[in-house]
């Protein structure tokens, strides 16, 4: 089940995963994570492929309060593919 794969931000430890940014550029450059890379949630083929390159790695999904990073999830999930996604605001 896709809520398997969530996880708070009181419980993550982002040295465990490869973050991926699903907000748009202007936010990111804003302010973002450490090593996230940016993929927007409205570029599902480009998020495909990252997943599809990193599939033996656990991948997190954030946004800025998880709902972008939740839909991200079930569109991969309806894919195939098991993200993990951040819980919550993380700015």
Do not use: W
């Amino acid at each position: 089940m896709l809520e398997d794969y969530a996880i708070s931000l009181e419980e993550v430890n982002f040295n465990d995963f490869i973050v991926v940014d699903v907000r748009e550029l202007d936010e990111y450059e804003e302010l973002h994570l450490p090593n996230a890379t940016l993929i927007s949630v409205n570029d599902q083929e480009k998020l495909a492929d990252f997943l599809s390159k990193h599939k033996d790695q656990k991948v997190l999904l954030h946004c800025r309060v998880g709902r972008r990073a939740l839909d991200a999830a079930k569109s991969m999930h309806e894919l195939g593919y098991t993200p993990y996604y951040l819980e919550g605001n993380v700015y």
